[in-house]
């Protein structure tokens, strides 16, 4: 059902005059959670007032200035996704910010509602951004651990980016997020923004599903540019196909004072860690350098 589900959005479809990809929380029909993809060419500047959400100002390809409430933040970006961390910018709600690139770029504006202010406009650095291999074998992935608790903070905001090397499954075990329940579960909203190396041909797959009591079905076969809209439910796996290196962003947001990310593994399927420790991490990790084939 690939083309079917409201939750999966192929490149293009949530695109409006200013952004590649545009979603809120009234397009995902949810409360909190928002990403839009914004390209530049040489010299062209973009103007984004915040309103009610905090933003970040993530560089997928390029570099860019970010100027706000008298601060400019020099973001010198990456040449792509594969090719390392980047450094980015916060922005608060209810601020003003202009986004301009000398030499043109493509940047993640990752944002989540929230009713509460007062931490300042600032600069996160490359250097500063944890980088985490997690699993092992066909499950092994990277992930770069941008604004998450105990990373960078934010007040609902949840961002981080996953790199699977081709042929290689992540976001496995399945897991979810959709039950507030402490010290176990967050409730939290998530947006997946896919990119794939290897031009038009490279593709994976994700797989999103429920409960009988929430039921939800998705099974996308996912290419550059495309997003997947996961409200609640298991979700996983993400399939990188052989050849093809996989990377997607992960935005979340949720209702809870208690700016938290705790999963819970499908039961039917979360044995599989314990295999991890008789495995290698696949030898293609870390991603250094320009993986884009």
Same mark, same amino acid.
């Given at each position: /059902?690939? $083309?079917?589900?409201?939750?999966?959005?192929?490149? $293009?479809?949530? %695109?409006?005059?200013?952004?590649?990809?545009?979603? +809120?929380?009234?397009?995902?029909?949810?409360?909190?959670?928002?990403?839009?993809? !914004? +390209?530049?060419?040489?010299?062209?500047? =973009?103007?984004?007032?915040?309103?009610?959400?905090? *933003?970040? @100002?993530?560089?997928?390809?390029?570099?860019?200035?970010?100027?706000?409430?008298?601060?400019? *933040?020099?973001?010198?970006? &990456?040449? #792509? @996704?594969?090719?390392?961390?980047?450094? *980015? %910018?916060?922005?608060?709600?209810?601020?003003?910010?202009?986004?301009?690139? %000398?030499?043109?770029? &493509? *940047?993640?504006?990752?944002?989540? &509602?929230?009713?509460? $202010?007062?931490?300042?406009?600032?600069? #996160?650095?490359?250097?500063?951004?944890?980088?985490?291999?997690?699993?092992?074998?066909?499950?092994?992935?990277?992930?770069?651990?941008?604004?998450?608790?105990?990373?960078?903070?934010?007040?609902?905001?949840?961002?981080?980016?996953? !790199?699977?090397?081709?042929?290689?499954?992540?976001?496995?075990?399945?897991?979810?997020?959709?039950?507030?329940?402490?010290?176990?579960?967050?409730?939290?909203?998530?947006?997946?923004?896919?990119?794939?190396?290897?031009?038009?041909?490279?593709?994976?797959?994700?797989?999103?599903?429920? +409960?009988?009591?929430?039921?939800?079905?998705?099974? %996308?076969?996912?290419?550059? #540019?495309?997003? @997947?809209?996961?409200? =609640?439910?298991?979700?996983?796996?993400?399939?990188?196909?052989?050849?093809?290196?996989?990377?997607?962003?992960?935005? /979340?947001?949720?209702? $809870?004072?208690?700016?938290?990310? !705790?999963?819970?593994?499908?039961?039917?399927? #979360?044995?599989?860690?314990?295999?991890?420790?008789?495995?290698?991490?696949?030898? &293609?990790?870390?991603?250094?350098?320009?993986?884009?084939?």
């Amino acid at each position: /059902m690939s $083309g079917t589900s409201k939750y999966y959005l192929p490149k $293009g479809t949530s %695109a409006d005059g200013s952004y590649d990809v545009l979603v +809120t929380p009234e397009s995902a029909g949810w409360g909190y959670s928002g990403l839009r993809i !914004l +390209t530049l060419e040489p010299g062209e500047a =973009h103007a984004l007032s915040t309103g009610d959400c905090e *933003f970040l @100002v993530l560089p997928l390809a390029g570099s860019c200035t970010v100027t706000t409430d008298g601060k400019a *933040f020099e973001l010198a970006g &990456r040449t #792509g @996704v594969f090719a390392s961390a980047t450094d *980015f %910018a916060y922005l608060p709600r209810e601020s003003e910010a202009l986004i301009s690139s %000398a030499h043109g770029g &493509r *940047f993640a504006l990752p944002s989540a &509602r929230t009713e509460r $202010g007062g931490l300042p406009a600032r600069y #996160g650095r490359k250097e500063d951004v944890p980088v985490e291999l997690r699993g092992a074998g066909a499950c092994s992935r990277q992930v770069n651990n941008y604004c998450l608790p105990g990373t960078f903070e934010a007040e609902q905001l949840l961002v981080c980016e996953v !790199l699977t090397p081709g042929g290689n499954w992540s976001s496995y075990p399945p897991h979810k997020h959709d039950e507030a329940r402490p010290g176990e579960e967050s409730e939290l909203e998530e947006i997946y923004y896919f990119e794939v190396a290897g031009g038009e041909d490279g593709f994976g797959y994700q797989r999103v599903y429920g +409960t009988p009591e929430r039921p939800i079905d998705v099974l %996308a076969e996912i290419r550059s #540019g495309d997003t @997947v809209l996961i409200p =609640h439910g298991w979700h996983g796996p993400s399939i990188a196909a052989p050849g093809y290196d996989l990377y997607y962003l992960n935005v /979340m947001a949720g209702p $809870g004072q208690e700016r938290a990310w !705790l999963i819970c593994d499908d039961p039917a399927h #979360g044995w599989v860690r314990d295999t991890w420790r008789t495995q290698d991490v696949d030898d &293609r990790l870390p991603f250094e350098g320009n993986h884009e084939r």
